[in-house]
T-cell receptor, first 115, second 111 residues
């Protein structure tokens, strides 16, 4: 069965600190996609990254980086030198190619960046 | 393209009334999803369509909820009769291959 677990419900850090958001997933498929979305206070869901199951390379985009490890079924997200504008709820999600690409979300992690 | 368009953005209704939420997906996308977001349950998948056909409606909470997709450019989610516990933000998303784009959501309040 598909499942995404974000164990951290809420995190607070002081601006300029680094912060890592954890994501653990469960799937029986060998072909799947992992995602991160950001939901700022305004409420919209903003796509951040997609990773397919065959690409375990880490990705860096500015202050954001993602660590995909199939051995531990994890897809963690790190923000370096955090800024107040990073305050949001962050969702990890999973889509199994076999299941018509249904996308299942974790419960989200609410991140507070304190000035 | 204007992205996924949902209407209305906000809806306040009285318990027992029928509520219809609307979604226009991105042109060319062949999958459409309806999600409900609450504090307690997070983002729940209610139903999704591929090529206008409902594929999985196991997330629809009860018979009071129904969804249709009469054509590739329009979908509705209807609640009849509505109850206070249906209060939530309802998101529609359309998908191009494996990447989903979300509308801005409809905030529903049932009083």
């Amino acid at each position: 069965a598909q499942k995404v677990t974000q164990a951290q419900t809420e995190i607070s850090v002081v601006e300029k600190e680094d912060v890592t958001l954890d994501c653990v997933y469960e799937t029986r498929d060998t072909t799947y996609y992992l995602f991160w979305y950001k939901q700022p206070p305004s409420g919209e869901l903003v796509f951040l990254i997609r990773r397919n199951s065959f690409d375990e390379q880490n990705e860096i985009s500015g202050r954001y980086s993602w660590n995909f490890q199939k051995s531990t079924s994890s897809f963690n997200f790190t923000i370096t030198a955090s800024q107040v504008v990073d305050s949001a709820v962050y969702f990890c999600a999973l889509s199994e190619a076999r299941r018509d690409d249904k996308i299942i979300f974790g419960k989200g992690t609410r991140l507070h960046i304190l000035p | 393209d204007a992205g996924v368009i949902q209407s209305p953005r906000h809806e306040v209704t009285e318990m027992g009334q029928e509520v219809t939420l609307r979604c226009k997906p991105i042109s060319g996308h062949n999958s459409l999803f309806w999600y409900r977001q609450t504090m307690m349950r997070g983002l729940e998948l209610l139903i999704y369509f591929n090529n206008n056909v409902p594929i999985d409606d196991s997330g629809m909470p009860e018979d009071r909820f129904s969804a249709k997709m009469p054509n590739a450019s329009f979908s509705t989610l209807k609640i009849q009769p509505s109850e206070p516990r249906d209060s939530a933000v309802y998101f529609c998303a359309s998908k191009d291959r494996s990447l989903a784009f979300f509308g801005q959501g409809t905030r529903l309040t049932v009083v």
